[in-house]
């Protein structure tokens, strides 16, 4: 899989989309929607634990 998204426009993936069987667009679209809710569920979880990172309470880790 190539991983250089540099290289890949908006533009360039709406030009892709219609030369795509209707199995890889499904396919696509199940990523998608995987990688979005992970992202998703990952912001959200960083937002709720913010609270637990006190600067004070690291004085722990450095017994460790």
Known sequence: MNTNITAVSIED???ALPK???Q??????Q????????SL????GEESFKEWQD?????YNAAL
């Open 24 to 29: 890889q667009l499904v396919s696509l679209d």
């Open 20 to 22: 795509l069987s209707r």
């Open 13 to 15: 993936i709406k030009e």
């Open 55 to 59: 600067p004070e309470e690291d004085i």
């Open 41 to 44: 569920f990952t912001r959200a």
């Open 31 to 38: 990523e998608l929607h995987g990688y979005l809710e992970t």
